[in-house]
């Protein structure tokens, strides 16, 4: 496969995007107004709850067995280490750009979390049908198929997990921060007050500090101090008791978001060959079910893409967004993780931990060159929190991308011929 080939190939999914993206934004702009603010957030529940559900079900119970995910055993860890090593790099560019609070959750996000399904469902197929490709055999695409149904599956683990985590944090910093300034800005009530009244408030209160200080403290027995000592190490155990429940009650809050549940419902449906008949097949009794819900996840897309390119019209306009956090993130996705992705599936491969199928390499090696997920906006609109600066980063990594995934693509097929 020749470079501009290849070239082609891998831009035009991004490309796509684009232009998906820039019907969005003239949907969204004053003489449209077909995209406004409230319906955008109305369309992004449906796809949370609705479309992305259908989507991740209907392309693992189809496609995914239970023989694939145990001879897939690597791709989980592999997606693991791309939001690990994501996520610091991602936290070490927060704490040099220092980025507003609000935002470092966004930032670590679009480091750690990509696009591990949308896209790669356009890319990886095509290479396949591409003369002379390495990956060129009679099964390559319904492979590719599985193999990128199996990462979008496990990229929407880590996303609607991890990523939903940073997003949620994100907002409730910036719902304090608002809290702050709106506390902070209050006016004085009393309108009968003068500048000598708060004077004299002032010198009474500290008059009133200074008597408080000066009184002296009455001893206390050792029965009182013993008694006074295990009831705050009472407390504090009930309190530490209580930290543990909540935290353990938000892990599984986060995980049992819609799309997790899909996708583990998804798995079951592939994995139980008797429940997959049922659905699954000409000759399904249920197929409809699956039609319908294939139907439902094909909207996924292009809401998502929409709604994307109508933020970034409120992004251009009012984002403050430091241009370093946007050098950085593109450094760290498309030069710094592809290079790490390399380092680790040879490593793997030598080691005898993954199939020798190169296709299944190259996903794996792509795995750490996509652009941040798009999922990621979702969440910021459903929180309410950075849409537009995500908007903006979301127009800058993805324009960027359409010449990284070529570059990247080649070397990875270069490696594997």
């Known amino acids: 496969m020749g470079f501009w080939t290849l070239f082609e190939v891998a831009s035009m999914p991004i490309m796509q995007v684009l232009l998906v993206s820039i019907l969005g934004a003239l949907m969204a702009t004053e003489y449209f107004n077909l995209l406004n603010a409230d319906a955008r957030r109305y369309i992004n529940k449906v796809v949370f709850v609705v479309f992305t559900p259908s989507l991740m079900f209907a392309c693992l119970a189809q496609t995914v067995t239970l023989q694939d995910i145990i001879s897939w055993w690597f791709m989980p860890v592999n997606i693991g280490l791309t939001f690990l090593i994501g996520g610091v790099l991602g936290w070490i560019l927060v704490k040099i750009l220092k980025p507003k609070p609000h935002l470092e959750g966004l930032v670590i996000a679009t480091c750690s979390a990509g696009n591990l399904g949308n896209l790669l469902l356009i890319v990886v197929p095509e290479i396949c049908s591409q003369d002379g490709s390495p990956f060129s055999h009679g099964i390559c695409n319904s492979v590719a198929l599985s193999y990128v149904s199996f990462s979008m599956a496990l990229g929407g683990f880590f996303i609607w997990s991890h990523t939903y985590h940073l997003i949620r944090t994100?907002?409730?910093?910036y719902k304090a921060l608002q809290e702050g300034e709106s506390t902070v800005k209050?006016?004085?009530?009393d309108l009968d007050a003068r500048s000598e009244t708060h004077l004299l408030k002032t010198e009474n209160q500290e008059r009133a500090v200074t008597v408080v200080v000066v009184q002296p403290v009455k001893p206390i027995d050792e029965d009182k101090e013993s008694q006074v000592l295990s009831e705050k190490a009472g407390k504090e155990k009930t309190a530490f008791w209580e930290k543990l429940k909540g935290v353990l009650h938000g892990i599984l809050k986060e995980i049992m978001a819609p799309p997790t549940i899909a996708a583990i419902v998804g798995f079951i449906f592939g994995a139980t060959p008797w429940l997959k008949n049922l659905i699954i097949g000409n000759d399904a009794p249920l197929r409809v079910i699956q039609g319908t819900i294939k139907l439902l996840g094909d909207g996924t897309i292009p809401c998502i893409t929409l709604i994307l390119g109508g933020n970034l019209i409120q992004g251009l306009r009012s984002a403050r967004l430091k241009p370093m956090v946007i050098i950085g993130t593109i450094f760290v996705r498309y030069m710094i993780l592809p290079v790490i992705g390399i380092g680790v599936v040879k490593?793997?491969?030598?080691?005898?931990?993954?199939?020798?199928?190169p296709l299944f390499l190259y996903v794996l090696m792509i795995q750490f060159t996509t652009p941040p997920a798009m999922n990621i906006g979702t969440m910021t609109q459903l929180f309410d929190v950075g849409q537009e600066e995500c908007s903006v980063l979301f127009l800058w990594t993805y324009l960027a991308a359409a010449f990284a995934l070529t570059v990247w693509s080649t070397i990875y097929m270069w490696i594997l011929s």
């Open 347 to 357: 490593a793997a491969s030598n080691l005898g931990l993954v199939p020798s199928d």
């Open 170 to 173: 994100s907002a409730l910093k």
């Open 186 to 189: 209050v006016p004085n009530a």
